[in-house]
Each structure stands twice: as C-alpha cells, then as structure tokens.
C-alpha cells in the first residue's frame, strides 16, 4: 500500500507563493490518482484538487482552479500542489490523498461513503496578512 508524507507547509505573506510536496512510498504510486484537500481551524475538510493517475488531467475544486495547481512526477513518487497568490483565509493543514479511483477524491468531502484509501498526515500553511 502506498503511504503519504507532505511537506512544504510554513508561514507565507499573503500575496505570496508556497509548494507543497506530497511524498508516496510504494512501486503502486503510479495506479493511484491523487487529490490535495484542506481544513482550516473550526471549519470541515475542502477538496482542493486532483491529478489523474497519469498526471495528464487535473481536477479543481470552482473556488481553487485560478490561484492553485496540481502536478505529479511518477518517476519521482511526487505530487505537488503550487499555491499562488495566497490570502490569509487559505491558511490550513493541508492534506494529499491517494485513491485508484479519482471520483472518490473529488468526492471525498461531500459523499460519506467515499473514503480514500490514502491519507498524509498534512501540513500547516499559514499566511500572514
């Protein structure tokens, strides 16, 4: 089974840049497609985006498509989520998870019996005004 480790997480201006990097160990990365989500403090986890198992495609969630993007290197058992021009209201521990199915992650936040099977342990971007 694939596992997950992000980094990249840290303090950023707002108006500022930051990449998160999420780690998988496993020779299976390559089946798996791969989301990123989110969860600020006292709110629910949010779907960020996807990337399909073949890096070719991304999903995003209407709210991220503009500032965020989603990349994979299969060769390097990476994904990366850029984030672009951040406010403050996108601080939150970050999340990447892995599922063979792409639909189960778009769904993950708002189907209860879609479950990844994958989950990092996440982390803290936080962005200062």
């Known amino acids: 089974q694939v596992q997950l480790v992000e980094s990249g997480g840290g303090v950023v201006q707002a108006g ?3 990449r998160l990097s999420c780690a998988a160990s496993g020779r299976t990365f390559s089946t798996y497609a791969v989301g990123w989500f989110r969860q600020a403090p006292g709110k629910e986890r949010e779907f960020v985006g996807a990337i399909i ?3 070719i495609s991304t999903y995003y969630a209407d709210s991220m498509k503009d500032r965020f993007t989603i990349s994979r290197d299969n060769a390097k058992n990476a994904v990366y989520l850029q984030m672009d021009s951040l406010k403050p209201e ?7 998870a892995a599922d063979p199915v792409l ?7 708002t189907d209860k019996d879609s479950n990844p ?3 990092g342990q996440g982390t803290l971007v936080t962005v200062s005004s």
């Open 117 to 119: 099977e994958v989950w």
């Open 16 to 18: 500022g840049s930051l």
């Open 90 to 96: 996108d601080t939150a521990v970050y999340y990447c």
């Open 53 to 55: 198992k073949s890096g």
């Open 103 to 109: 639909y189960t992650l778009v769904v993950a936040t």
